[in-house]
């Protein structure tokens, strides 16, 4: 192959990495241009029905009845699968929606949402086809994502026999979805914090499932005593 031909082949595939890369910065800048036209028209539509919805925000503060524990997943915003607009959850989001003694985000959660803000309501929400609870169910590996699930992998062990009795995947995973809303549930009736709230009549704690498939939150568990 000839000099001027390679040179020439450096030139072409450069300019092709160039011209990638500026296709990819420009579909990345398109998705934040629409996302900036979707919450002016969303600010927008609130207005027209509520004049002083945020100015009253702004003004009065967060007063929020109910404290979300969810999993970080995009398609289990609490929010959007209630139909609520924001100030009406405080919110602790995680991979596989966990309570973790160790876990200094979750303290401080609890020490705003039930100390200071007094929530009524706590909401344990698990979810169907979820990420983190299908890595509990693999062995682990050294991966971040299987070092934060090992708690769920223990409550895994710890029901192995049913679990191994669930025909399918799907099966095992909405049960050990469930366990971890339990276990969820549990850690929060002990948690001094809550205790002393249930103990007042100030809380009730909730579990429940949010099937991805067709949109249903499914409460299965209420605690009103610690």
Not at 216 to 224: A, I, L, M, S
Request: hydrophobic share 40%; glycine share 8%; proline share 4%.
């Amino acid at each position: 192959m000839s000099a001027r031909l390679t040179s020439l082949l450096v030139l072409v595939s450069a300019m092709v990495g160039v011209s990638t890369a500026c296709e990819t910065e420009s579909g990345s800048q398109d998705l934040m241009t629409m996302l900036k036209h979707r919450n002016e028209d969303w600010a927008a539509s609130v207005l027209r029905t509520t004049p002083n919805f945020f100015q009253d925000h702004f003004d009065n503060g967060q007063k929020p009845d109910f404290l979300w524990i969810g999993c970080s997943d995009s398609r289990t915003t609490e929010t959007t699968i209630f139909d609520q607009r924001p100030g009406t959850f405080f919110a602790l989001r995680n991979v596989a929606n966990q309570l973790l003694p160790s876990d200094a985000a979750m303290q401080a959660t609890m020490e705003h949402g039930v100390g200071k803000l007094k929530v009524k309501h706590i909401i344990v929400g698990g979810h169907t086809d979820c990420g983190g609870v299908q890595t509990a169910l693999l062995p682990a590996s050294k991966s971040k994502v299987s070092e934060w699930v090992e708690p769920i992998r223990k409550i895994a062990a710890q029901f192995k026999g049913e679990l191994d009795r669930l025909p399918n995947q799907r099966d095992k995973e909405l049960f050990l979805a469930k366990k971890n809303v339990e276990a969820g549930v549990k850690f929060l009736q002990e948690y001094d914090l809550v205790r002393s709230a249930l103990e007042k009549g100030e809380v009730q704690v909730h579990g429940g499932i949010y099937d991805v498939g067709s949109g249903n939150f499914t409460v299965f568990q209420t605690v009103t005593k610690p």
